[in-house]
């Protein structure tokens, strides 16, 4: 089978394809024919070595897969050979096989497009618990997500709208069209404050900040809360430059991050929290099960629009690494094997 390596920490030009036997599943695991793995940020901050908790090189990365059940290890009896399932791998799923806990795969039904499922797998997963298993957002509420045009920001200002919130999302001038187009107020983080800009529009600040940035955002959206309100940090966009793993954003992001979070406790009135996919569903598995299946119903009633920028074979994955930075506004990028 072919899968994609990565040898050492560096940018896309480290990622090459190599033959390998196929996988035999242990106890507990399923072998999985993959039909498309998903290619995201969190795969270049693997890549560069950057992501908190990440392997060390020789890896294969891939964060997600929708594939079909080849094979059974020992000790497996919930699915069977042949069905279609969504897991999340965290890295591994840039392969034609790949073996995966059964606990951790989802039933995904046949007549669903891969390529979309794949992106519930992650980015609507994600957006998801950021608003429902982590801030636990009300009605009524504001929320502003940082990042607003790319791919769990678009998923957040989707799911959002249905759940009665008020949207405010940041993005550049050229992406205002796209998140207002979601029902979100759009601001132009080059040429505006979003605190003040955020004060303005509701008087007091908002009640939710999801911030994927980090660093001396984090800093910035806690003035943004309301009293009552929360952030939550989920991501380390601010740690890479050009593909590349940026040391002085990575002492910088440590830095904003333990200071937001001391922010947080001392204050009585504003709270600082964090969410970590894979963290949450190791605390609490069942929640990733009944989520994704909210999300594939949503799917099935054309609720959500998942949308794939591009379907590219395995051998094009350092292709794929080059092109997520461009394709952050215009939808998922898929491997097909």
């Not at 003040?196 to 910035?220: F, P, Q």
């Not at 937001?260 to 964090?274: N, W």
């Amino acid at each position: 089978m072919k899968r994609v390596v990565v040898d050492h920490f560096g940018g896309p030009e480290v990622l090459r394809v190599t033959e390998d036997d196929d996988p035999v599943p242990g106890p507990g695991e399923v072998c999985v024919r993959v039909l498309a793995a998903g290619v995201s940020f969190t795969d270049a901050q693997l890549r560069a070595g950057t992501y908190l908790g990440g392997p060390k090189p020789p890896f294969t990365p891939g964060y997600e897969l929708v594939g079909v059940v080849e094979e059974l290890g020992p000790g497996c009896w919930r699915l069977r050979v042949g069905e279609r399932i969504g897991a999340l791998t965290v890295w591994g799923a840039a392969a034609e096989r790949v073996c995966v806990p059964e606990a951790y795969a989802v039933e995904v039904p046949e007549d669903l497009d891969p390529a979309e499922v794949v992106s519930l797998v992650f980015p609507y997963m994600t957006a998801y618990q950021l608003l429902h298993r982590t801030a636990l957002v009300k009605r009524g509420e504001t929320v502003l997500v940082h990042g607003a045009a790319g791919r769990v920001g678009t998923a957040v200002l989707e799911l959002g709208a249905p759940a009665g919130l008020r949207l405010y999302g940041t993005a550049s001038a050229r992406d205002r069209a796209a998140v207002e187009r979601l029902g979100a107020v759009a601001i132009d983080y080059r040429a505006e404050d979003f605190v003040s800009r955020v004060r303005e529009l509701t008087g007091n600040g908002v009640d939710v900040v999801l911030d994927g940035i980090g660093g001396a955002v984090s800093l910035r959206s806690f003035r943004a809360l309301r009293p009552g309100g929360r952030l939550v940090v989920f991501g380390r966009y601010a740690t890479l430059a050009h593909g590349h793993k940026d040391w002085r954003a990575v002492i910088e992001w440590y830095a904003a991050t333990a200071s937001v979070a001391l922010r947080g406790l001392l204050s009585p009135r504003r709270r600082v929290l964090s969410y970590r996919i894979q963290k949450l569903r190791l605390r609490h598995q069942d929640w990733f099960r009944e989520d994704l299946r909210v999300l594939l119903d949503l799917l099935r009633r054309g609720e959500i629009h998942p949308v794939v920028a591009e379907r590219l074979p395995l051998t094009d994955a350092r292709r794929a690494h080059e092109l997520l930075d461009r394709s952050a506004a215009t939808g998922k990028l898929v491997l097909v094997p």
